[in-house]
């Protein structure tokens, strides 16, 4: 049961960075935002794009911005535990059982 519980601990652990990674900008992209003006740490593609083609991403729309997709992925990943943890109780529970009939 513990190494049931360590293995789903390193699962769930392993997926949260990638759901709040941030990307460094490259030498490339530090050279382009001092070129045009932007800080360091305002660095990224979508600052380097929009100075250079003002108005590209004028938003025309009113649509709510699309939901951010870590969001819908957590009850995906959260059902994974649940049925990994149910799979191994289950397994548990029928050995357990097996071995009470066999010893009788």
């Known amino acids: 049961m513990k190494a049931a519980i360590a293995l789903l601990a390193v699962v769930t652990i392993s997926a949260v960075p990638f759901a709040f990674a941030q990307f460094q900008p490259t030498l490339v992209q530090l050279e382009e935002c001092a070129d045009i003006g932007i800080s360091a740490d305002e660095c990224t593609e979508e600052a380097i794009a929009s100075e250079r083609c003002i108005g590209c991403f004028i938003v025309t729309s009113n649509h709510p911005p699309a939901p951010d997709p870590n969001i819908a992925l957590t009850p995906i990943y959260a059902g994974i535990a649940i049925a990994f943890v149910a799979g ?17």
């Open 88 to 104: 191994v109780l289950y397994v548990r529970r029928t050995k357990d059982s097996r071995k009470a009939r066999q010893s009788q």
